[in-house]
């Protein structure tokens, strides 16, 4: 039976994985890292690449909706939001003396939190969607970074289509959000994710059919992490 097209044939869930036994404590479980830009399908393709792979998917730390209710309304000035308002007019931008170093305490505090989250999802395998995991894992055995991008026009028609909101809309989103982002990846961890260089696989999701990326990052990852076609559970 292909188990992996049949898994594709039912809506994915967080998968439960169990506790690994002795010898599986032994092997690194696999681990996929995403990044997409606006629209490239990261929420089709992360739970059906961690169900064909028997994982846990882990979303991104903030949605589409959370960065653009934060951008527009900016009066919960909360974690994002405050990153949003610096993002706006450089770094701590209106603050002055001792609410700098608050700030900057916060924001050493928040790195320190997406990295621990991150290891500690990396040392059950699963599949990763943002939080900087491609360069926090950079070193992590059976790990496969992807990175999915595609035109424009087909990721704003996409993300429009998906969210059930009309394209001028899921335009503005785009530009907002690719950009906000990069920002935080490059303000937090020095780093711009949209930089091809950390990844193993850069996928067109505008060129292939959805179902074909999944297949495509399901076997490079089990070819990297040595799996030889079986499944990772």
Sequence with gaps: MDTHNASRRTAPGQSVTPDPGPAEARTPRPVVTLFESYGSGASYIGPRVAQALGLPFHPQAFSSDEIENAAVQRENQGTLSRILTAMGGGSYAGLEGPAVAMAQADDHDLILQNTRVVKEQARAGGVIVGRNGALILANQPATLHVMLD????????????????????????????????????????GWDPRETSRYDLVVNTGTMDLDICVDIIVQAVRIKAGLHGATAS
Excluded: H, L, N, T
Aim: net charge positive.
């Design 150 to 189: 595609g035109p424009v026009r087909q990721r704003v028609e996409r993300a429009a289509r998906d969210s059930g909101i009309d394209i001028e809309r899921a335009a503005k989103r785009q530009k907002r959000e690719d950009q906000v982002r990069a920002d935080m990846s490059i303000q937090f961890y």
